[in-house]
Nanobody, 122 residues
Framework: QVQLVESGGGSVQAGGSLRLSCAASKYTGVYGTYCMAWFRQAPGKEREQVGIIYPYTGTTNYADSVKGRFTISRDNAKNTLYLQMNHLKPEDTAMYYC?????????????WGEGTLVTISS
């Protein structure tokens, strides 16, 4: 059972930056073989995939709402996923979750963290 622990959330003003981290443990095999993603959910809204990073290739994809502002990355030596968030907007306010799936991306993500709260004030 993969354990994911997010950190780095907080409250910042619009235009500011935050860097979220997601530390993985208790996974099977090699961390680098896991598809990793960031999701977010704002109150009263559906969960949204923010960004995803593929295993093996490191290919990344982003939601249109964050393209050019957010960067997803991973450090396989530290078993850690990151989300660098720049030029933050009030609409980025949400609970942010990391998720993992072994070997490939696509379909449901079976492993989830508890989330970290991001609040952006105008």
């Amino acid at each position: 059972q993969v354990q994911l622990v997010e950190s780095g959330g907080g409250s910042v003003q619009a235009g500011g930056s935050l860097r979220l981290s997601c530390a993985a443990s208790k996974y099977t095999g090699v961390y680098g073989t896991y598809c990793m993603a960031w999701f977010r959910q704002a109150p009263g809204k559906e969960r949204e995939q923010v960004g995803i990073i593929y295993p093996y290739t490191g290919t990344t994809n982003y939601a249109d709402s964050v393209k050019g502002r957010f960067t997803i990355s991973r450090d396989n030596a530290k078993n850690t996923l990151y989300l660098q968030m720049n030029h933050l907007k009030p609409e980025d306010t949400a609970m942010y979750y990391c998720a993992a799936k072994r070997d490939y991306c696509g379909g449901q993500m079976p492993f989830w963290g508890e989330g970290t709260l991001v609040t952006i004030s105008s």
